[in-house]
């Protein structure tokens, strides 16, 4: 079991930044896969980047070029850079471990253990 806690959510103006942070702990193989999914009201949960243990990395195309996944496995957090941020980012972003298998798309199943969210708000 692994538990995580995002940080870094807040409101910021469109075309601001923000980076969010997920810190792991708990038993688990080192360096799970991570991931980051985001949920805006009536929505459906979304994928929005994720990184396995050596660094590869994989985006929603929504994404792409303004968001960067990376991670820091000496103190088990994983960090997600927004940058050219848009109203329509405005979500509750969760982080999600991989420990049992090696998949890291965007599957939700595919993860086994959840964060509690934090919510980012885009202001227009």
């Known amino acids: 079991q692994v538990q995580l806690v995002e940080s870094g959510g807040g409101l910021v103006q469109v075309g601001g930044s923000l980076r969010l942070s997920c810190a792991a702990s708990?038993?688990?193989?080192?360096?799970?896969?991570i991931c980051w999914f985001r949920q805006a009201p009536q929505k459906e949960r979304e994928f929005v980047a994720a990184?396995?243990?050596?660094?590869?990395?994989s985006y929603a195309d929504v994404v792409k070029g303004r968001f960067s996944i990376s991670r820091e496995n000496a103190k088990n957090t994983v960090y997600l850079q927004m940058n050219s941020l848009k109203a329509e980012d405005s979500a509750v972003y969760y982080c999600?471990?991989?420990?049992?298998?090696?998949?890291?798309?965007?599957?939700?199943?595919?993860?086994?253990?959840w964060g509690q969210g934090t919510q980012v708000t885009v202001a227009s």
């Open positions: 999600a471990a991989n420990t049992r298998t090696y998949y890291f798309g965007s599957r939700t199943t595919a993860y086994d253990n």
């Open positions: 708990g038993r688990a193989r080192s360096s799970p896969i």
């Open positions: 990184i396995n243990s050596v660094g590869i990395t």
